[in-house]
């Protein structure tokens, strides 16, 4: 193969990937604003932005009581199904009849707001503090958990089974001594209780002030003069509209929003909705969590470990889709005490967080296909802003370090190409002399090679075992929350977001340009014209990318530059004719 044939071929490879981003563009964000269209354009919320836009204050949760409080009127049961659950005949229980009181109950902490519905004991609301919707509105906290009309993503949990209280037609409404609850302390507890047939549940709401897990433990005190016998359930619940306010970049792929989970033979599985419409998902597990993620955020439930639980996910008649686990039947003797419970995640993908609380968990920051890469990378970047305490300043010692790293690659490489730029102009010569017979353009160039000691693909392959690092670091960049609204200076202030006056991308396609020259000029003038205009391609493309990514492109451009032309004069090279 010829060193034209190979530059062709790399240089088809090249506008074939431009064209598959932006046809993945295109079908990305038609696909997206079906979605917009299908969910509906209302935008309500549990509590109005205003309302909670001072953390100080604490908003009037009977505000909303029409929209929240009759949401769930009319729709299918709430409680897994009886093939999920261990039950007995004969043990429903008959339909509540107390008064129903749906006064929302309102948590605020220095992480977020909850709203816990009294019927359930549900969590239906979830706002968190510190995440703003964005760098506009710095004082809206982002919704994450939410049940209104035209929005449903709630957590449940409840006891089931041959006496627990929440079945398919009723669920227990649940007393509070207080309906608004503020953290001021390391902790705080909001107990819920609940009386009938001489057994007493106490479902208790623990919240922690630089946590954002919440313990829910059930205590149940049986007086009945037999056993009381439940089964513990959790499970998330989900319509399938698109993540409100999520707009994602022109070439960047669509974040997944969808289930996920770790068994005992995979440790991270997504449960993806539109494979839940086909079939649902059943499996026992030893341990083992459930979640429901999106885009840096993700909430979850986390059973006991070392026991075994049921992991279940399914799409219900309402088109919602619901993700679970239920837990084995756990026996109270007549005059105990028996407990039960979970822990339950809402809030930021924190990969050391994460960890701590299960394990594989951490996988929902998902970096595709090199994450065995990417974690290793995110440690060490996570690492450099420790000490410089800017991700802008972070990714550009993490290029140089890499760069560095890598530098036996690139040399070998760039010696390679100063190789080719020497022998242009021997090429040409050939080129002109014998441009109409391809065959014998092929041969004299293979022995110009071979006398000359230089094989045209050295310059090649050392650049595409670099590939791999760059799409781990592209994940890392996009796909870690310590990056959402991270400002770096002047007039980048998100490296997650765009760069608005499109500085980065002109610098990158600058240091493309000046690459350019640096290599040997291609032979076919079509070629080169075609070569000219990658440039402009990949940075009209990097004006829809993360400002972090560009920032990155950039730096390894003009490293790679000053290497290359370093590379170029040490073998007398630089200033070949052509």
Avoid at 212 to 233: P, T
């Amino acid at each position: 193969m010829t060193l034209p044939d190979i530059q062709r071929i790399l240089l088809l490879v090249g506008i074939a990937i431009c064209a598959y981003l932006l046809v993945q563009a295109w079908v990305s964000d038609a696909e997206k604003r079906a979605q917009e269209s299908d969910a509906g354009t209302v935008q309500s919320s549990p509590l109005s932005h205003d309302e909670v836009a001072n953390p100080g204050s604490t908003p009037d949760p009977t505000d909303e009581q029409e929209t929240l409080g009759d949401s769930a009127a009319g729709s299918e049961s709430d409680v897994p199904d009886s093939t999920l659950i261990q039950t007995s005949e004969g043990s429903i229980v008959a339909q509540d009849t107390q008064s129903p009181d749906r006064a929302l109950i309102q948590v605020t902490t220095p992480l977020y707001y909850v709203w816990i519905d009294p019927v359930g004991g549900d969590i239906v609301g979830v706002k968190l503090i510190q995440y703003p919707v964005s760098l506009r509105e710095p004082d809206t906290p982002m919704t994450l958990l939410d049940r209104r009309f035209d929005r449903t993503y709630v957590a449940q949990s409840g006891l089931t089974g041959a006496d627990g209280f929440d079945q398919s037609q009723s669920r227990p409404t649940y007393r509070v001594s207080k309906t608004d609850w503020v953290l001021n302390q390391e902790t705080l507890e909001v107990p819920l209780t609940y009386e009938q047939d001489g057994v007493q549940i106490t479902k208790t709401f623990t919240f922690h002030e630089t946590e954002y897990h919440v313990d829910v433990d059930y205590v149940v005190r049986n007086g009945m003069d037999r056993e009381f016998s439940a089964i513990f359930f959790a499970q998330l619940k989900r319509d399938g509209g698109p993540v409100d306010g999520e707009r994602g970049g022109f070439i960047r792929p669509p974040a997944y929003v969808g289930g996920a989970a770790t068994t005992n033979e995979k440790r991270y599985k997504r449960l993806k909705f539109k494979d839940l419409e086909k079939s649902p998902f059943r499996e026992p597990v030893t341990g083992g969590w459930v979640a429901i993620v999106q885009h840096y955020f993700l909430s979850a439930w986390i059973p006991e470990q070392g026991v075994n639980n049921l992991l279940f996910a399914n799409r219900d008649r309402q088109g919602n889709y619901r993700i679970g686990f239920t837990a084995p039947a756990q026996v109270v003797p007549a005059g105990s005490t028996g407990n039960y419970g979970a822990t339950f995640y809402v809030g930021p993908k924190h990969q050391r967080t994460l960890e701590a609380l299960a394990a594989h968990l951490s996988l929902t920051v998902d970096y595709g296909f090199f994450w065995w890469l990417s974690m290793p990378m995110f440690k060490v970047l996570e690492w450099i802003q420790s000490l410089v305490q800017n991700w802008g300043l972070a990714i550009i010692l993490m290029t140089i370090l890499i760069k560095t790293a890598l530098f036996p690659l690139s040399q070998m490489s760039y010696k390679s190409m100063a190789k080719m730029r020497k022998l242009s102009p021997q090429i040409k010569r050939i080129q002109e002399r014998f441009g109409n017979d391809r065959q014998r353009v092929g041969q004299e160039m293979m022995a110009l090679y071979s006398k000359e000691k230089t094989n045209p693909l050295a310059g090649c392959l050392p650049m595409l075992l670099q590939m791999p690092v760059f799409f781990a670091l592209y994940w890392v960049l996009i796909e870690s929350v310590e990056l959402r609204q991270a400002p770096f200076m002047l007039w980048i202030r998100d490296l997650s977001a765009m760069d608005p006056l499109f500085v980065l991308p002109i610098l990158n396609a600058g240091a493309m340009f000046l690459m350019q020259r640096l290599n040997p000029p291609m032979p076919d003038p079509m070629q080169q014209r075609v070569m000219m205009m990658m440039p402009i391609m990949f940075g009209f493309i990097c004006v829809f990318m993360p400002a972090g990514l560009v920032l990155y492109w950039v730096v390894n451009s003009l490293y790679s530059m000053a290497h290359h032309y370093w590379a170029l004069k040490r073998a007398g090279a630089a200033h070949a004719t052509t």
